[in-house]
C-alpha cells in the first residue's frame, strides 16, 4: 500500500507555473502507476496526466497538452506536475492517485488546491 500526499498548491496569475509534488509514504512506489486529475467547482473530477511506473510512459488530457508535464523520480517516492501557461479555467483541486500495475488496487492523495486569478 502507498498513501499519496499532495503538494504545491497555491494562487498564481493567470500564464503563471506552479508545480505540484505527490509523495508516497510506502516503499514500494515503483509498483504503481500514478495519474493526476482535478475538480473544479460545479464540474465531475476529470483526467489530467499519467505517468507509468518507471517514467517512461505518460500522456495528458488534451485541455493540458504542451503546457504541463509530468515526471517522476522513484528514489524519493514522489511525482511531479509542472504546470505552466496556467488560466483561470485551470482551477481546481488537483488529486494524486496511485493504481497498483497489477492488483487494481488504488490510493488517492487528499488533494491540493490550484487557484488560477485574472
Known amino acids: 500500500q502507498v498513501q499519496p500526499i499532495e503538494s504545491g498548491g497555491g494562487l498564481v496569475q493567470a500564464g503563471g507555473s506552479l508545480t505540484l509534488s505527490c509523495t508516497a509514504s510506502g516503499p514500494t512506489f515503483s509498483s504503481y502507476d500514478v495519474a493526476w486529475y482535478r475538480q473544479a467547482p460545479g464540474k465531475e473530477r476529470e483526467f489530467v496526466a499519467f505517468?507509468?511506473?518507471?517514467?517512461?510512459?505518460?500522456n495528458y488530457a488534451d485541455s493540458v497538452k504542451g503546457r504541463f508535464t509530468v515526471s517522476r523520480d522513484n528514489a524519493v517516492n514522489t511525482v511531479y506536475l509542472q504546470m505552466n501557461s496556467l488560466t483561470p479555467e485551470d482551477t481546481a483541486i488537483y488529486y494524486c492517485?496511485?493504481?497498483?500495475?497489477?492488483?487494481?488496487?488504488?490510493?488517492w492523495g487528499q488533494g491540493t488546491q490550484v487557484t488560477v486569478s485574472s
Open positions: 492517485k496511485a493504481e497498483h500495475l497489477y492488483s487494481d488496487l488504488f490510493y
Open positions: 505517468i507509468g511506473w518507471n517514467g517512461s510512459s505518460a
